[in-house]
């Protein structure tokens, strides 16, 4: 994923981000991949825009904040509707990347990371499942990305 570095603790990405419950969702992939209509998803079941194509990330001590660039602030491409207004919250600390640009047939997929300034992020790829949007949200809600995604075994 290339990154435009505009200094050694920002990086302005090719990636959307939406907030749910105060917890940022980097969503990350090529154009055309459906970032925007993960977001939109997203900001139906109760989600908040950060920002759309484009994300200003930062580090601040062991976290990564996400805001968007003030030019496109409350602006999100809906493919065929046109640029919508909306919202937007101004900073979230990234929990999560969704990279839409793999996609996984693993039922029980094992634990991956997107690093970013050398912090790990838990990464999810691209499902095939309907409710691949409301699994995100659910997981997010419920703050448990970082629980075992697959059956225990006693």
């Given at each position: 994923?290339?990154?435009?570095?505009?200094?050694?603790?920002?990086?302005?990405?090719?990636?959307?981000?939406?907030?749910?419950?105060?917890?940022?969702?980097?969503?990350l992939g090529p154009s055309g991949s459906g970032k925007s209509s993960l977001s939109l998803k997203l900001i139906g079941l109760g989600g908040?825009?950060?920002?759309?194509?484009?994300?200003?990330?930062?580090?601040k001590k062991k976290s990564v904040l996400a805001s968007c660039p003030?030019?496109?602030?409350?602006?999100?491409?809906?493919?065929?509707?046109?640029?919508?207004?909306?919202?937007?919250?101004?900073?979230?600390?990234?929990?999560?990347?969704?990279?839409?640009?793999?996609?996984?047939?693993?039922?029980?997929?094992?634990?991956?990371?997107?690093?970013?300034?050398?912090?790990?992020?838990?990464?999810?790829?691209?499902?095939?499942?309907?409710?691949?949007?409301?699994?995100?949200?659910?997981?997010?809600?419920?703050?448990?990305?970082?629980?075992?995604?697959?059956?225990?075994?006693?």
């Amino acid at each position: 994923m290339p990154h435009d570095i505009l200094n050694n603790s920002t990086k302005l990405v090719h990636a959307n981000c939406i907030s749910i419950n105060g917890r940022g969702v980097l969503i990350l992939g090529p154009s055309g991949s459906g970032k925007s209509s993960l977001s939109l998803k997203l900001i139906g079941l109760g989600g908040q825009l950060v920002a759309d194509d484009k994300t200003i990330l930062k580090r601040k001590k062991k976290s990564v904040l996400a805001s968007c660039p003030t030019a496109i602030r409350g602006q999100i491409e809906a493919r065929g509707m046109g640029i919508l207004q909306m919202p937007t919250i101004a900073v979230v600390k990234l929990l999560l990347a969704v990279d839409l640009g793999t996609r996984t047939d693993e039922r029980l997929p094992t634990h991956e990371n997107y690093s970013i300034f050398g912090i790990n992020l838990r990464r999810i790829y691209r499902s095939r499942l309907d409710a691949f949007p409301e699994a995100i949200y659910y997981r997010v809600i419920n703050n448990d990305l970082y629980k075992p995604w697959h059956h225990q075994t006693s």
